[in-house]
């Protein structure tokens, strides 16, 4: 059984889409009207990358939406998304709203269907694009590095289940191409060196990576000056675009007062910059000024090895117990400070990253149990999620406090990607600086630059966290996290007494882990793990009506009643196999019994283990009760209309062999695929035709020529198998599955103890022909020939 909207692909047909495009392109190349006569940039080249594309899907969970993986090179200044779109030629194919997600380090958090995420989430929205018809372009301006994710779907699927290749259906083929314009000459830009420029038609392209333990970037023009006169028209953009985020900041110069220069706090650490510059004047004037860089440091004070080295055996001791060891006073930081030539902006904890299994991770801290937290500077843990195989799961974060030792204080934190935030503000914001535009949820946007002036501006917007003594504990959940090293600053605020704070000191406890999937999905989901080549990522499939990203939204949810109702209907349905089960024995048909019976079991068994919940039971792995469910039904259907045909004993369970045998191999090539059991039951019911034939030419009158068994045997039985194939093709829903599929199983077994033939005349089942002196009996059976020893 399928989902709608599968089928077989088709051509394109390319129309014009009016869409919100992405805007967010400061480089151009020169225009002829300029009329400098100058040629393109020699300095840009161009490549295009592509992947195979791949049959969209309705959306029914996050497995239905298609994933595409890119890597943008470095020092990329454009990038250009191509969206084609293919659709099939049938009848069936029509005009459908195919929605684009865009998101830079990880796969898109999207929610087409509206539903609620698990308490404690923090979502950030991807940048989205519906497209209506066929094709349609992206354009973004200095992305970043790295990876990038497209990911696409058809609106949310009917919930009809269709039997594969049953119904005709259309393919939607969605392929993106993604070309980039890169920078092969980049000047440098070192700190505290003035670098020259000249802009005249095209823009300056600089960077300045910022290393680790970065607290403050400040950019500065000096001596700008237009054709020889005073005066900076200059655009210039610093950072990179990221989606849904933004690491680019804009800084608009213009007259000669206006000092240009720009801060920015916390930037992204251990990285190059790019840093544009573009002229605002008109064609033919030349714009000269010297661009200058200029970096503070900020000192960690570090727990790292050789404190651990260090510390006594009774110390040692009590890190193993969870009490922390002796931490450094405010003297001794200031001594240690002005040995190393500058004050402390942070105290650092080292990480330890232990690989559980695929997309599961967990970290803690080296020497201790508990984090210490202090005024007088943030405390800073790095986890390391750069791998490019950390993106697929969920990043979740636990602190817990004791209540006594918070009782007059607060701990904020902050949990960042690609730097810490060093500065806590009176407001508790946590962001560094100024934070990028947020995106509404789940529409299509339009992101304009960010203007700044000399104030500070800032380069994204962190997860906030607080701990006080009315709530010791707290808890964040990221769904996907971007590739990048994650920062969780913790620092302790005394907003009404700050005295207080100088000398206190707290102990918090934290739980970090990367999951595929959040408390496994919970009791009625079941946590898939997915694959786009070589990326694994994984999604929640949810049942009995629970929807959301962990399947915790319970708004179109099943009782305990219904699903305890569902169960009992879909097994115990299966029970009504007793009567052709009876009937076989009865009119000694024990192959057709057995077959009857083994459909029974494991169909009973297999939706038994089926069920969300708690009303479940699984004797055997799922996967084999499921083979084994769909074998039984094929087969007795087979057997079912070959007994029908009244062959020769040694050709019936000739074909019976064969029948099974074919049905276990189609059944392993594509277990839902409508020919793979259509197939077979055509075959026999073609034999049984053929030999009703045969014998009405032969008798000379209609076969069976009972017009008893013709009223009430045959018009019933067929009848039942009509309506059971009619409900099974194309009635089933996933709302209306536990009691159309229960009619199912009633249908089959009916018509099943209906078309039986029933045994033939002046024939008795198994007579004893001879009896033996040893008090046993040879009994024979004259139709099929069979001897037995009783």
Request: net charge positive; proline share 8%.
């Amino acid at each position: 059984m399928r989902r709608a909207g599968t089928g077989t692909g088709g051509a394109a047909v390319a129309v014009a889409v009016a869409v919100p495009l992405l805007l967010l392109l400061a480089w151009s190349p020169p225009a002829a009207a300029a009329g400098d006569g100058k040629k393109s940039d020699a300095r840009l080249v161009s490549e295009q990358f592509s992947q195979a594309p791949q049959k969209l899907a309705f959306y029914s969970w996050y497995g239905s939406a298609r994933l595409f993986h890119f890597r943008v090179p470095t020092d990329t200044v454009l990038l250009r998304w191509l969206l084609q779109v293919s659709r099939g030629s049938g009848p069936t194919c029509t005009n459908v709203e195919i929605t684009v997600y865009f998101r830079y380090g990880a796969p898109p958090v999207i929610n087409p269907l509206g539903t609620s995420f698990p308490d404690n989430t923090s979502v950030q929205p991807s940048f989205l694009l519906k497209m209506l018809h066929s094709n349609a372009s992206v354009n973004i301006s200095h992305p970043a590095p790295g990876d990038w994710f497209v990911a696409a779907h058809l609106p949310p699927s009917s919930h009809k289940i269709e039997v594969k290749g049953f119904v005709p259906t259309c393919a939607y083929i969605f392929q993106p191409d993604m070309l980039v314009v890169r920078v092969v000459e980049v000047s440098i830009l070192e700190p505290d060196v003035p670098l020259p420029q000249t802009l005249l038609s095209h823009p300056s392209y600089l960077k300045v990576f910022v290393p680790e333990y970065t607290q403050e970037l400040r950019l500065e023009l000096q001596g700008c000056a237009s054709n020889g006169s005073l005066g900076c028209p200059v655009h210039l953009t610093v950072g990179s675009a990221t989606l849904p985020g933004n690491f680019q900041k804009v800084l608009t110069c213009s007259g000669p007062t206006q000092a240009c220069r720009l801060l920015l706090p916390s930037p992204p650490w251990d990285r190059w910059l790019q840093v544009t510059a573009k002229s605002l004047a008109g064609p033919r004037v030349s714009v000269a000024f010297s661009a200058v860089a200029a970096l503070t440091a900020c000192r960690p004070w570090s727990v790292n090895f050789q404190h651990l080295l260090q510390s006594s055996p009774n110390q040692s001791s009590n890190a193993s117990t969870g009490l922390p060891p002796p931490t450094p006073s405010y003297q001794d930081l200031d001594r240690r400070s002005s040995m190393v030539g500058g004050p402390f902006c942070l105290r650092s904890f080292p990480v330890l990253r232990e690989d559980v299994d695929v997309v599961s991770v967990r970290f803690q801290p080296l020497d201790r149990v508990s984090v210490l937290v202090q005024s007088d500077m943030p405390s800073v843990m790095r986890l390391n999620l750069n791998t490019g195989m950390d993106s697929g799961g969920s990043l979740t974060i636990s602190m817990r406090v004791n209540k006594t030792a918070i009782a007059n204080t607060s701990v904020v934190a902050c949990v960042t990607a690609a730097s810490p935030l060093l500065s806590f503000n009176a407001s508790l914001s946590c962001t560094t600086g100024i934070g990028g535009i947020r995106p509404r949820d789940q529409q299509a946007l339009w992101l304009p630059m960010t203007r700044a002036s000399s104030s500070s501006a800032a380069f994204f917007q962190g997860h906030p966290l607080s701990l006080s003594a009315s709530s010791p504990t707290a808890n964040l959940i990221i769904p996907y996290p971007e590739t990048d090293n994650w920062y969780l600053s913790l620092q302790l605020m005394c907003p009404e007494r700050p005295e207080e704070c100088e000398q206190a000191s707290v102990l918090v406890e934290t739980t970090l882990y990367l999951v595929p999937c959040l408390n496994d999905c919970g009791p009625y989901g079941q946590c898939l793990l997915l694959r786009r080549h070589g990326y694994l990522y994984a999604g929640c499939s949810c049942k009995a009506g629970w929807r959301g990203w962990s399947c915790t939204d319970n708004s179109t949810a099943q009782m305990a009643a219904q699903q305890k109702a569902a169960a009992l209907l879909l097994t115990l349905s299966n029970l009504m196999f007793l009567a052709p089960i009876a009937i076989s024995v009865h009119r000694s048909l024990l192959v057709e019994a057995s077959v009857y019976a083994y459909t029974m079991f494991f169909s009973t068994f297999y939706h038994a283990c089926d069920q969300p919940g708690e009303a479940v039971l699984c004797i055997l792995n799922y996967d084999t009760l499921q083979y084994c469910d769909f074998l039984g039904s094929g087969v007795s259907i087979w057997v079912t209309v070959l007994c029908m045909a009244r062959l020769k004993a040694a050709l019936k369970y000739v074909l019976f062999l064969l029948g099974a045998l074919v049905f276990a191999m189609s059944l392993q090539l594509d277990r839902r695929a409508a020919w793979n059991t259509m197939g077979p039951c055509l075959f026999a019911i073609v034999v049984m035709v053929t030999m009703w034939v045969y014998r009405c030419g032969r008798r000379r009158h209609c076969y069976p020529p009972s017009w008893q068994r013709w009223v009430f045997y045959l018009l019933p039985g067929i009848s039942m198998a009509a309506v059971a194939i009619t409900i099974y093709t194309s009635m089933m829903t996933s709302d209306n599955y536990y009691y159309t599929h229960s009619i199912w199983h009633m249908l089959l077994a009916g018509s099943a103890a209906f078309l039986l033939p029933p045994r033939e005349q002046h024939t008795k089942p198994w007579p004893c022909s001879q009896k033996l002196t040893c008090h046993y009996e040879i009994c024979k059976n004259h139709r099929d020939e069979l001897y037995t020893v009783t």
